[in-house]
Structure formats: structure tokens, C-alpha cells
């Protein structure tokens, strides 16, 4: 079993719609958790972070994270173009200061 | 402001050739990380250095060596290349180890092992 594991996609949303990508964990010890975008050819952006049980919103963004179920799930309200790319999944790891990185959800935005 | 900068951007080796991969930022960060990046693998730590003068191993440090040369630049060297170290390589930098999560990246290396 990964350590951090999310569906590859791609996630096919129409625009204007909610994308709504989930990502699940192993470690019961982790406690800090990251979303970042990627897009095709570029380096990964830092989105999203979250440490606590419950949701945190940042504009069109929200992340929600269920620490007893061990999942964490990035929402993107009124999808645009502009957000086709790939999401990322970040959990910090055993060791503590280290992140462990899912395989990432591709996301396609359709006019 | 350039941020975090690698060189080369592509390079493409022959299997046993040696090379080095640079990094350098310019955000006075004290903590450095190396990344490499397969497809449908998520990027794996390679090394990293916490703060000038320590480097550990991350992930997947087999056949990879580091040098933290001073603040700003942090190199990731292959001895002797192999196929499977056929990659898109990350370089990343956090303010501190504390930051670890919040990382900022470099435009990444893409290596091709022959």
C-alpha cells in the first residue's frame, strides 16, 4: 500500500462546475497536510495546506481534512480552464519533516 | 527575483557517465531538497539539507551523492548513471526544516539515461 495514494484521473469537470479530488493516507501520525497544482512541463506550486480536522477555505479552494478516516480532499469551486493541471497530495511522513507525495489527479477543465 | 534555479534544464548521459546537478536560490532559505519525479510515482525526496553543513538521505538516495556548498546552492551528483535514473529532477527550497511542507521549487532538470 502506498503511503499516500489518489486517483490518477483524469477528472473531467465542466466549467463553472465543483472538482472535488481526494487523496488518502497511511501514517496515523501525520499532521501537517499540502495541495499543489502542477501544470504539464512546470514545477509544482504550493495551494493549499492544512493541519487541523475540518475545512479551510482560500478563494476558490477548500480543503477538508478527516484526520480519524485518514483522508484529506481539495475542492475547486466554479472550475475554470485555468485550472487543468495536476493536483498533488502531500502528507508529512514518520520522520516528521519530510513530506511523502501522492501520484497526483490529473484535472481537465472543459469550456 | 529568480528564486530557485537548476542547471542543466535537459542533459542526456550515457550509461556510467557521471554528472552534477546544480541548484542555487536566492530567498536566503535555509533548507534544501532534491526530487525526482516519475510518472504516475509522485516526486520521491532524494536528499536533503536541512540548514548549511548536514545533508541526509530522503527516499531514494542510492546512486546519488549531495554537496551542500554553502547557503544558497546544494548539488546532486550521479557516479555512474543507469536507465532507471531517467527522470525529471526537482530541486526545492523551505524557509526552514520547520517549512518542510512549504516548499518552492526549481524548473526542474530532465535527465535521459541511455
Known amino acids: 500500500q502506498k503511503e499516500v495514494e489518489q486517483n490518477s484521473g483524469p477528472l473531467s469537470v465542466p466549467e463553472g462546475a465543483i472538482a472535488s479530488l481526494n487523496c488518502t493516507y497511511s501514517?496515523?501520525?501525520?499532521?501537517?497536510f499540502f495541495w499543489y497544482r502542477q501544470y504539464s512541463g512546470k514545477s509544482p506550486e504550493l495551494i493549499m495546506f492544512i493541519y487541523s480536522n475540518g475545512d479551510k477555505e482560500d478563494g476558490r479552494f477548500t480543503a477538508q481534512l478527516n484526520k480519524a478516516s485518514q483522508y484529506v480532499s481539495l475542492l475547486i469551486r466554479d472550475s475554470q480552464p485555468s485550472d487543468s493541471a495536476t493536483y498533488l497530495c502531500a502528507v508529512n511522513g514518520a520522520a516528521g519533516n519530510k513530506l511523502t507525495f501522492g501520484g497526483g489527479t490529473r484535472v481537465l477543465v472543459k469550456p | 527575483n529568480a528564486g530557485v534555479t537548476q542547471t542543466p534544464k535537459f542533459q542526456v548521459l550515457k550509461t556510467g557517465q557521471s554528472m552534477t546537478l546544480q541548484c542555487a536560490q536566492d530567498m536566503n532559505h535555509n533548507s534544501m531538497y532534491w526530487y525526482r519525479q516519475d510518472p504516475g510515482m509522485g516526486l520521491r525526496l532524494i536528499y536533503y539539507?536541512?540548514?548549511?553543513?548536514?545533508?541526509d538521505k530522503g527516499e531514494v538516495p542510492n546512486g546519488y551523492n549531495v554537496s551542500r556548498l554553502n547557503k544558497r546552492e546544494f548539488s546532486l551528483r550521479l557516479e555512474s548513471a543507469a536507465p532507471s535514473q531517467t527522470s525529471v529532477y526537482f530541486c526545492?527550497?523551505?524557509?526552514?526544516?520547520?517549512?518542510?511542507?512549504?516548499?518552492?521549487f526549481g524548473e526542474g532538470s530532465r535527465l535521459t539515461v541511455l
Open positions: 539539507s536541512a540548514s548549511e553543513g548536514t545533508t
Open positions: 526545492a527550497s523551505s524557509r526552514d526544516s520547520a517549512s518542510f511542507g512549504e516548499l518552492f
Open positions: 501514517d496515523r501520525g501525520s499532521q501537517s
